[in-house]
Nanobody
Framework: QVQLVESGGGLVQAGGSLRLACAAS????????MGWFRQGPGKEREFVGC????????YYADSVKGRFTISRDNAKNTVYLQMNGLKPEDAAVYYC?????????????????WGQGTQVTVSS
């Protein structure tokens, strides 16, 4: 298993940018697919995007495609979520998660390790 801690959340104006980080503790971080999910107030948790274990492949929800970018630095045991062009509807608690599966990567049920989340607030 891997332990995850998100950071970098905060308050930004609509149209602004924010970079989230997810620091992992574990010897096998580089073996995991890393996903980002978010949950807004009164909403269900939804998939944002993910990155393969090597960092060679990424996949994004249509709602964030072209605006968000996921990257990882396995040497630092860290995965990042760069968010540009933020919209009020992007406001949520953002979670990073780890799974050993690439298939089913958009479903939270396939992730068995989760961070505590970091709050992103977008003002208009």
């Amino acid at each position: 298993q891997v332990q995850l801690v998100e950071s970098g959340g905060g308050l930004v104006q609509a149209g602004g940018s924010l970079r989230l980080a997810c620091a992992a503790s574990g010897r096998t971080f580089s073996s995991y697919v890393m996903g980002w999910f978010r949950q807004g107030p009164g909403k269900e948790r939804e998939f944002v995007g993910c990155i393969s274990s090597s960092g060679g492949n990424t996949y994004y929800a249509d709602s964030v495609k072209g605006r968000f970018t996921i990257s990882r630095d396995n040497a630092k045991n860290t995965v990042y979520l760069q968010m540009n062009g933020l919209k009020p509807e992007d406001a949520a608690v953002y979670y990073c998660a780890a799974t050993e599966r690439w298939l089913g990567r958009t479903y939270d049920r396939n992730y068995n390790n989760w961070g505590q989340g970091t709050q992103v607030t977008v003002s208009s």
